[in-house]
């Protein structure tokens, strides 16, 4: 299992929970105080048209000149807060100042300001923003006729310090529940993979030996098929490491009784003065050394038909009819009667090098057990859409109760040397990494059938 | 009389070994590790070269490379304690002629070293196939021409009767396929009057006739083929 560097489920689920809830807090700040703007622009919009209407009425004319009836209650109002001040021009013509506070600049040259709604603009005045709001007033009659402006001005800062006021008022409680939410986020989080930190409790400090299954009583849905997935695999490991354990005793002791055979006789033929008893004792020595020899070569296969198998498609009928004909001289010398029957040619998916080795133990079997001057054949065939492998002999063949053992690993049916009990077993071992089996008949009349059933033909 | 080098690191192998191949009339001698193995083809012709992959100090593998680098011609038969194929692969494609896993039969060994020195003394069609079969009569074939002799006397032979006996006698205890034979016959041009697959039987029964009394006979091995043996003495 590889981790990445940094990459922790924890910090991921934060990262993603809490990343939206800080783009909203933003986000919602951003649009409050836009909100907020535009509401404050509104009023001071409202309050700035009413005052100069209010102010306009008070410029009467009065003969070719003007009374500005302004009463000081009124202008008491229009400069009531110091900071928040308000300025006033009155000009006539447009521009020329009559009276007022503040000298304001007129509107943008593309607004015609009328006697009944306002232009309203910003100016900088003072390094100051104002809002201004301007209307034009017609007086006198006919030829006399003489236009007037008002303007009233306020400075932004108000609007500026309203919104602020506003967003801060907005923010501060959207901050207390996001700290809260996030809390939550926190807390769920540990909960959620408290499951997965039990089941990484259990599985440390674990060796080789400790392959029991993982106790999973409470746990989500994904953890626990987590759990099950793992207990499969520890089941899986448990049952090939005893197997192997089992396979390996079993060798030891298997290969101990050869040796055993071998001290015994190179002790005995140290002492042996005699020539010819030495020749006997020194042949024994070489039947037991070839015999250890048989013996390490199965339990090799049998190793190696434990491996991993890559079935790709062979060609049996081919690969016994070669196997056959590399048996054929020891036959020969056995005064055996070997010959193939069958397919010309035979595909199915196989692993080459077992399916030969499985082929060769049959043959080996068969050449050794059957007796000189018997009939041994190989036989390829396509049956019900399986791959039949066979070899059939007319040697003595076995009794019923010995045809159940023939497969198991270290069984043998007689005491003749050279055998090791492991050439059958390797065959069934061979057929079932093939998806299939071996079985083991009496032919007739009489002999020994070992037939090797392969899963799909090609 | 060949003169063959053995390179095995495991004594009682090495002493067995050289013992034997003595026996069988080779000239012997032995290096324990690659070193001394290099140094010793460097100075010194050997028909042939019996290596085991397993060595210390300089590896068979390396031993191998480097010996077909100098002598491509060199047969090398390989003894491997490993029989994983990969094993086997590699040995092979490092240039091994042959290759034989431990533990081997003597007798096979000598077989696979016979073979090996003869096909190195037949280079490419360029010798004469020869056996020698019980009650030392003698058969030889010309590699290029339907021609054989039988105890130096002219046998007649068509075509595809000399290509046959050439497989065989070229396998001689070994078992050539029906379809190995039919091969060889499709490569070559058409006998009048014959062409039918069939026919193999007559061709051996005609071959079976003119090898009598030469101590060599041509055995049917069921639906295998037919292999060439030497009658026992």
Redesign the interface.
């Known amino acids: 299992m590889t981790t990445a560097a940094g990459f922790s489920l924890k910090r991921q689920l934060l990262l993603w929970l809490l990343l939206p809830q800080l783009i909203l807090w933003l986000m919602g700040g951003v649009l409050a105080f836009r909100v907020a703007m535009t509401y404050a622009e509104k009023a001071i919009d409202q309050s700035l048209t009413q005052s100069v209407r209010s102010l306009a009425r008070q410029v009467k004319p009065f003969g070719s000149g003007l009374l500005v009836d302004f009463p000081k209650a009124a202008q008491d109002i229009l400069e009531q807060d110091p900071k928040d001040r308000v300025s006033y021009m009155v000009s006539s013509p447009p521009g020329s100042f009559l009276l007022g506070n503040s000298k304001l600049p007129g509107p943008p040259a593309d607004a015609t300001p009328t006697s009944s709604e306002p232009v309203l603009y910003n100016v900088e005045l003072d390094g100051k923003t104002m809002r201004v709001a301007t209307i034009d007033v017609s007086f006198g009659e006919g030829p006399t006729q003489q236009r007037m402006r008002v303007q009233v001005a306020k400075s932004l800062s108000v609007q500026e310090s309203i919104a602020r006021e506003l967003v801060r008022d907005v923010l501060f409680p959207l901050l207390l529940l996001g700290a809260f939410m996030s809390f939550l986020v926190f807390a769920g989080i540990q909960r959620g993979l408290a499951p997965l930190q039990r089941l990484e409790a259990q599985l440390a400090h674990r060796n080789a030996a400790a392959l029991s299954p993982i106790e999973m009583t409470q746990a989500p849905e994904e953890v626990h098929s987590l759990a099950t997935a793992l207990n499969q695999l520890l089941t899986t490991l448990r049952r090939s490491l005893s197997q192997e354990k089992r396979f390996l005793n079993d060798a030891a002791h298997q290969l101990r009784t050869p040796l055993a055979g071998l001290i015994s006789q190179t002790e005995l033929a140290m002492q042996e003065k005699e020539p010819e008893a030495l020749q006997r004792r020194l042949a024994k020595v070489h039947t037991g ?2 015999r250890s ?1 048989h013996l ?2 199965q339990l ?1 296969s049998l190793a ?1 038909t434990e491996a991993e198998v890559a079935l790709l498609p062979v060609d049996a009928a081919a690969l016994a ?1 070669e196997v ?2 590399e048996w ?2 020891r036959a ?1 010398a056995a005064g055996v ?6 397919e010309e040619s035979l595909t199915v998916p196989a692993d080459k ?1 077992l399916l030969r080795e499985a082929l060769s133990n049959l043959l080996d079997n068969a050449i050794r057990y059957a007796g000189r001057g018997t009939t041994v ?1 190989l036989r390829a065939l396509h049956r019900d859409g399986q791959c039949v492998l066979e070899v059939e002999d007319n040697g003595p063949g076995l009794s019923p109760s010995d045809l159940q053992h023939v497969f198991e690993r270290f069984w043998r049916a007689s005491e003749m040397p050279g055998g090791c009990g492991l050439g059958l077993a390797i065959v069934a071992e061979i057929a079932q990494r093939h998806g299939g089996a071996a079985i083991a008949l009496g032919a007739h009349p009489q002999g020994l059938l070992i037939r090797l059933q392969l899963r799909g033909t090609l | 009389m060949s003169h063959l080098l053995i390179v095995e690191d495991d004594e009682l192998l090495r002493d067995g070994l050289c013992a034997q191949l003595m026996r069988a009339g080779h000239n012997v001698s032995s290096a324990v590790d690659g070193a001394q193995a290099q140094s010793m083809l460097e100075t010194t012709r050997f028909d042939a070269v019996i290596l085991d992959l397993g060595l210390p100090v300089i590896d068979g593998v390396a031993v191998l490379k480097w010996i077909r680098q100098r002598l491509a011609a060199l047969p090398v038969l390989v003894l491997t304690a490993r029989d994983g194929i990969e094993d086997r692969v590699q040995g092979l494609n490092a240039g091994a002629d042959d290759y034989l896993t431990k533990p081997f039969d003597m007798a096979e060994l000598l077989a696979r070293l016979q073979a090996m020195l003869r096909r190195s003394r037949m280079p490419a069609f360029g010798g004469t196939l020869e056996v020698q079969g019980a009650a030392n009569k003698r058969l030889r074939l010309d590699p290029n021409l339907p021609l054989g002799w039988l105890d130096d006397e002219p046998m007649e032979l068509t075509r595809r009767e000399w290509s046959l006996l050439s497989l065989l006698v070229g396998n001689l205890g070994q078992v050539v396929g029906r379809e190995d034979v039919l091969a060889v016959w499709q490569s070559e041009p058409t006998e009048t009057g014959t062409g039918a697959s069939n026919a193999l039987e007559v061709y051996v029964h005609r071959l079976r006739r003119k090898l009598q009394d030469s101590g060599l006979s041509i055995r049917n091995v069921r639906g295998l083929g037919y292999m060439l043996e030497m009658d026992p003495p």
């Open positions: 050394a070839q020899a390490v070569h090799l190696r009819r056959a004909r054929t001289p020969v009667d070997l010959g193939y029957e069958g090098l054949t």
